[in-house]
């Protein structure tokens, strides 16, 4: 299942126009992490960085707790 839907959910992180969007919500996109963690923990609602971190198991806590707080504060 993974070969068959990343190329596909790869896309969305890379596209140019996610940047543009993020862009236009405040992000900083010279950076990819604040809007990639806001847009993966959005169906979390506005987490704190444990529970985003316990869900995105492969990534530091430290990682994510550096920038998931910002990530709210930039767009709710």
């Known amino acids: ?5 990343e190329p596909l959910h790869a896309v969305f992180y890379y596209a140019p126009e996610t940047f543009e969007e993020a862009a236009a919500l405040g992000y900083d996109v010279t ?18 960085s444990e529970r985003v971190a316990s869900a995105f198991y492969s990534f530091s806590p430290r990682m ?13």
Request: aromatic share 16%; hydrophobic share 50%.
């Open 31 to 48: 950076e990819r992490w604040p809007s990639y963690f806001a847009y993966r923990a959005a169906p979390l609602g506005a987490a704190g």
């Open 64 to 76: 994510v707790a550096e920038h998931i707080e910002q990530a709210w504060r930039t767009a709710s």
């Open 1 to 5: 299942m993974w070969h068959l839907l």
